[in-house]
């Protein structure tokens, strides 16, 4: 299946046993969140590569498509700052009005990087990796267009499920795992040589 989009994905799969569904009342707007949770569940499921994302800029970062974030750099300073809870601020500096060089980063709404002690003029850097926009009609899924059917799998599994034909949705689903662990396979392990493990040997610089 090449790229395809939200409307295409409600159109296979209402052609794949879900057009009564989708004549009710309601029905599309149901099969689009079915869809909207397929997406998620397949993002969630592992730390896919197609996930990552960094971001640039002065602190405090707001970035709309946050989801975990896996290191926040100090590129002004060259150094690489540490996670604290608000609350850990707060115990710190209970009016979060100290300014110097950032040693740590916090966020209180999930979206927005903050750095203590503040600084107006640090430029950071975020790894994260991205969670999913809501999709509209023209908009493409996230995940790579060769696992687009894996989306529309598991909204059949919903479907039948809604249906109450609880014998297909098994079998199904044992389909959508099947595909899931393909991708899995091609996506998180793309090195055939054997993973190695770094040891130190006990001597300064030397490692096994």
């Known amino acids: 299946m090449g790229t395809i989009d939200r409307k295409e994905l409600r159109e296979e799969i209402e052609a794949s046993g879900a057009e009564n569904i989708a004549n009710d009342?309601?029905?599309?707007?149901?099969?689009?969140?079915?869809?909207?949770?397929?997406?998620?569940?397949?993002?969630?499921?592992?730390p896919w590569p197609f996930l990552l994302a960094t971001k640039e800029g002065?602190?405090?970062l707001e970035i709309a498509d946050l989801g975990h974030v896996q290191a926040v750099s100090d590129l002004s300073n060259d150094n690489t700052l540490e996670p604290i809870?608000?609350?850990?601020?707060?115990?710190?500096?209970?009016?979060?009005?100290?300014?110097?060089?950032?040693e740590y980063w916090y966020t209180e709404d999930g979206e927005t990087i903050k750095i203590f002690p503040a600084s107006t003029t640090t430029t950071i850097k975020v790894y994260y990796r991205k969670t999913p926009a809501?999709?509209?009609?023209?908009?493409?899924?996230?995940?790579?267009?060769?696992?687009h059917d894996l989306i529309v799998t598991r909204v059949r599994v919903k479907v039948y499920k809604f249906t109450d034909?609880?014998?297909?949705?098994?079998?199904?689903?044992?389909?959508?795992?099947?595909?899931?662990?393909?991708?899995?396979?091609?996506l998180?392990?793309?090195?055939?040589?054997?993973?190695?493990?770094?040891t130190r040997s006990g001597r300064a610089g030397d490692y096994l």
């Open 85 to 102: 809870t608000l609350n850990q601020a707060l115990l710190g500096d209970p009016d979060l009005d100290s300014i110097g060089n950032p």
């Open 165 to 186: 034909n609880f014998e297909a949705a098994a079998e199904v689903l044992k389909d959508y795992e099947r595909e899931l662990d393909g991708m899995v396979h091609a």
């Open 188 to 198: 998180m392990h793309p090195n055939y040589d054997k993973e190695r493990r770094l």
């Open 134 to 147: 809501e999709l509209e009609d023209e908009g493409e899924p996230i995940i790579p267009s060769d696992y």
């Open 58 to 60: 002065k602190a405090p």
């Open 25 to 46: 009342t309601g029905g599309e707007a149901r099969i689009n969140r079915w869809i909207q949770q397929a997406i998620r569940e397949i993002c969630d499921h592992k």
